[in-house]
């Protein structure tokens, strides 16, 4: 039988990429695992119990381990809020939640109803109206996703990291 031509339905490709997506988490509790392991037998070194050779070979261990640690920890934070491109999700649905909220409002909003709504629906959501990137200096209007921070410190750096070259 030819193979060349064969057609997958449509959920075999939603199931393949949920089979990547396990297999990238094990891969990174796996990661976390190893490095800890390292990171232990590294430390323990120092308190006289003695699983490497020499002290450099110690430091290696747990510098390594620490990394392969902080690398994973990362991964898992990053891949499973992916920062902005959840935020812009985000600014979508309080977009369409305030227009369908105040449908009288969508062509002419001069008293800013709609606006008030999405910014509070973003506040509600964690994150705050802010004019610091230069696209929202450009467009000030509530569905621009660059106008806004998420109000926890880690997700504010990654996200300010990721829009600084938009």
């Known amino acids: 039988m030819d193979r060349s031509h064969r057609i997958e339905s449509p959920g075999a490709a939603s199931e393949?990429?949920?089979?990547g997506r396990r297999m990238e988490k094990v891969m990174i509790l796996v990661l976390v695992f190893i490095g800890s392991i390292l990171a232990a037998a590294g430390g323990l070194y120092f308190i006289d119990i003695k699983f490497c050779k020499d002290w450099f070979q110690a430091m290696v261990m747990?510098?390594?381990?620490?990394?392969?640690?902080?690398g994973g920890e990362i991964a898992v934070t990053g891949s499973s809020t992916s920062f902005f491109k959840a935020q812009q999700v985000r600014t979508s649905q309080c977009e369409l939640e305030g227009e369908g909220a105040h449908p009288n409002e969508r062509r002419d909003d001069s008293e800013r109803v709609i606006f008030k709504h999405i910014v509070g629906?973003?506040?509600?959501?964690?994150?705050?109206?802010?004019?610091?990137?230069?696209?929202?200096r450009e467009a000030p209007v509530a569905s621009n996703a660059l106008c806004y921070l998420p109000s926890a410190?880690?997700?504010?750096?990654?996200?300010?990291s990721q829009t600084a070259f938009e």
């Not at 393949?16 to 089979?19: I, P, V």
């Not at 510098?63 to 640690?69: D, E, P, Q």
């Not at 629906?121 to 990137?133: E, F, N, P, V």
């Open 16 to 19: 393949t990429a949920s089979n």
């Open 153 to 160: 410190a880690f997700a504010r750096i990654v996200t300010s």
């Open 62 to 70: 747990l510098v390594g381990g620490l990394l392969m640690v902080a």
């Open 121 to 136: 629906c973003m506040k509600s959501a964690g994150y705050l109206w802010t004019t610091s990137h230069i696209h929202c």
